[in-house]
């Protein structure tokens, strides 16, 4: 079966800092990847999906960048923490009848 | 460009009481649409979906919702509210992007589901 695996589950970081959050997915080949940020009462916003190794979409302008050096990993970073990115990250994978399945997902608080 | 509306950010019931939770959607073409459920800090489950099959949609954990195209609404109802069912709801809308293989989600922005014993 596929799981979906983030970390870390939580972060806290100060303002200017780097950031890198990792997702991979286990038990599936070639899965489209997604990072969303929930951020409180605003619902979920999608920030990339990726459809293969080295592909990467992004959705909205924003202080964040996305990688997929592996076909089961999806990272997002940032070089520069803004007050305004703390939020809960979810990284999310698509099945062939394409719903999307979620992981535990990341809980970052920049001070 | 699709959209999804859930007309009540907050939900009260009692224990034992029906929940019903109200969403309407706009698309396109012909959508695919889920309902998920997200617990506090908690990544999102699929509790059921819509894929132009059966217009009524069984779920998970006694969750069910019908696809109703004339009033373009996707509605999740359950017959008796438990208390492990507060949570907070999401209803989606989902398309194709530029008609490749990818498809995109617009969420909803959530109703929060209480549950009073």
């Known amino acids: 079966s596929q799981t979906i695996h983030q970390w870390p589950a939580t972060l806290v970081q100060p303002v200017g800092s780097p950031l890198s959050l990792e997702c991979t997915v286990e038990g599936t080949s070639n899965p489209n990847l997604y990072w969303y940020r929930q951020a409180a009462g605003r619902g979920l916003q999608l920030l990339f999906y990726?459809?293969?190794?080295?592909?990467i979409s992004s959705e909205v302008p924003q202080n964040l960048s996305a990688s997929r050096p592996q076909d089961r990993q999806f990272i997002l970073s940032s070089k520069k923490l803004l007050l305004s990115d703390s939020g809960f990250y979810l990284c999310?994978?698509?099945?062939?009848?394409?719903?999307?399945?979620f992981g535990p997902g990341t809980r970052l608080t920049v001070t | 460009a699709q959209s999804v509306t859930q007309l009540d950010s907050h939900v009260s019931v009692s224990e034992g009481t029906p929940v019903l939770l109200r969403c309407n959607y706009s698309s396109s073409y012909s959508p695919s649409l889920f309902w998920y459920v997200q617990h506090p800090n908690k990544g999102l489950q699929l509790l059921l979906k819509?894929?132009?099959?059966?217009?009524l949609v069984k779920g998970i954990n006694g969750f069910e919702a019908e696809f109703k195209k004339s009033e373009t609404s996707f509605h999740l109802t359950k017959p008796s509210a438990h208390m492990s069912d507060a949570a907070e709801y999401f209803c989606?809308?989902?398309?194709?992007?530029?008609?490749?293989?990818?498809?995109?989600?617009?969420f909803g922005k959530g109703t929060l589901l209480t549950v009073n014993p």
């Open positions: 989606v809308v989902s398309d194709r992007i530029s008609g490749g293989s990818n498809y995109k989600l617009t």
């Open positions: 990726s459809v293969g190794i080295g592909q």
């Open positions: 819509y894929t132009s099959a059966a217009t």
């Open positions: 999310a994978w698509t099945s062939l009848s394409y719903e999307q399945y």
